[in-house]
């Protein structure tokens, strides 16, 4: 009865059933679930003798005069003004564009005002207050003498006209509801009823039931998602893949031919992704591990794991750049190794390549061993003979969808999934509780760890003398800009115009090269590969190069209108030096204005520790920010707050793997209402419920 589309409900006609939709509340049930966005406690209403600057308040009060003017800037904006007061004192309120305002606002009429209070010529007002109108007869226990739920209303809805139609559904839908989350598990986390806890997160009784109202909220969130999660990891552990052979002299060979030992941490990371291989589980693995940490070898290995046991491997990075540069580096590092008496080979698939046909039937034919590419690697006419080990480097850069489509070109192919950004564990679990997770921690031994500075626009030229002394004694450095063209409205340098200006400027005596996402994919590589030839000095360029790039010489960085980047972009950025055992410098130039951007930077000065940085970064933008649209899951989440509410994550999820440890498809009778729930939350996994 709670699936029953809201037009059953008085008072729902077509066209506000149809602005519901646009909420995507559709069902009675899911208005029970549309959350007040904040509550405003109206039991005790502040005193306007009693305001005070910087403060926000609810105000019960009259209107005593009202009236309109148009700024100074004709038309260009409205104000409209009401002089309100109380048995305690006066204050005005200003509302800005708002002219049909005046109409409402007449003498007498009595309002509730929310909104914080600011000084205006010694005076107090409120700007721009929400307000509602009290009906002097309507003494609707709803909209006063409580702590009131204000809502993100639906156009053609009012605050009061939304509370009385949740209450009255709450009135009529609570006796009747089922609690999905099953008794014990509810007494084992001390959780309010289904039934208490919606009733309370609309209309509070107080602000203790209301946490807790929230608490047993967000863990039935948290565990419909980690359910979710785990089910899809159960599946697929459900799934036969290929046993490879992890040990053997082919990757003897290669390890004891780089130029390097392998870290502690990387040691302990190939074992876990060796010990997946070699079981006929499929895996689905996520590597984590800072800037320059040393992934790409390790994956490097591990498709050497595949090649040897007779089949093919790719290896998808998110740039033409990257992929190149993988190319070179693995067959320079394979270079003298062979197995069964003959070399490896590699195959590169990126961009327009002219090779294409030849290279497709090599890779169709099995005489490729490891193809490294673009998502050009996901094209439909490309398939293997044998692929049973996939490499996706910087996976963030790929959509979900991406990445779910290489895998199918093998036969449940493992699969290491690898990430630059690293997310405080946590938080990795809720974002990637389907994957199992490895982390190198730690960086190679003998990096001297990067200094970073910040200089002011006006101080550039300090940093240019830094950079030319670095130059001067034969290390190469990059100068980033956040736009190709300069643009003036925001007053910020390009990298195009810079490149000219600094090569017959300040840089005179240097080799400069310039590459920007708007050259030629030739010309890009060209000046890539002059670069790490050493025929050029310095490299002008955009946030092209914020991933992968790997030149141990690079020893300085400038970057330019720093304030212009994200915290997890400068990182990446800043990552591509100090790659080798040099003392490297990163310069950020800024003069950052907003709050906001001079912590950002002042993070990148004090640590050079990426999992704090990102732990700063979500601290500064908030999660959603932070995984940006493409990344499944939290975006859905309603009311649970994973940085928030950690512990009940890390319950949550304990519970999700207790349930589908005991009952798999979730069919005995004191899990079907949460399983039905579940379906209907996230109707994508039936199959997964069902199948398998
Ligand atoms: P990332 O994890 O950022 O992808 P890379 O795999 O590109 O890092 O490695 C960064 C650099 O460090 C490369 O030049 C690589 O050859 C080198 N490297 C990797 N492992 C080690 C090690 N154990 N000791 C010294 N250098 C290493
Ligand atoms: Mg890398």
Known sequence: MQTTSIQYLKGIGPRRAKSFLARGVHTIEELLYYFPRRYEDRRNFARISELKEGQIYTIKAQVLAGGQRNSWRRRAFSITEAAVGDSTGKLSCIWFNQPYLKEYLKVGALLILYGKVERYNSRLQMNNPEFEFLDNQDNDSLNVGRIVPVYTLPSGFSQRSLRRLIKNALDEFLPKINDPLPFDLRSRHHLLNLAQSLLNIHFPQDLPLQKQAHTRLSFEEFLLFQLTLVLRKLRRKEKIGTRHLVSGKLIEDFISGLSFTLTVAQQKVLAEIKADMASSQAMQRLLQGDVGSGKTVVATIACLAAIQSGYQAAFMAPTEILARQHYEKITSQLEGLTFNGRKLRLGLLAGQDQQKQKLYQDVREGIIDLVIGTHALLQEDLSFKSLSFIVIDEQHKFGVGQRALLPKKGNNPDVLIM????????LAITLYGDLDISVINQLPLGRIPIKTLQFNQQASNKAYALVKEELNYGRQAYIIYPVIEESYALDIAGAKK????????????????????KLKTREQNEAMLKFKNKQLDLLVATSILEVGIDIP??????IASAQRFGLSQLHQLRGRIGRGKLQSFCILVSDAQTEEAKARLAAMVASVDGFHIAEEDLRIRGPGEFF????????????????????????AREEAIGLLNQDARLEERPHQLLKAKLLQRFPEYEKLMLVG
Do not use: D, V, W, Y
């Not at 990430?419 to 946590?426: E, G, L, N, V, Y």
């Not at 810079?498 to 996402?517: D, N, P, Q, V, Y």
């Open 553 to 558: 010489n690079a020893t300085c960085m400038i």
């Open 419 to 426: 990430t630059a950004t690293p997310i405080p564990r946590t």
């Open 498 to 517: 810079m490149f000219t200006e600094l090569k017959s400027g300040e840089f005179k005596e240097f080799r400069l090269g310039l590459i920007h996402g």
């Open 628 to 651: 940006g649209s493409r990344q499944h899951g939290l975006a859905e989440l309603k009311i649970a707050n994973p940085l928030m509410q950690m512990q009940l994550l890390k319950a």
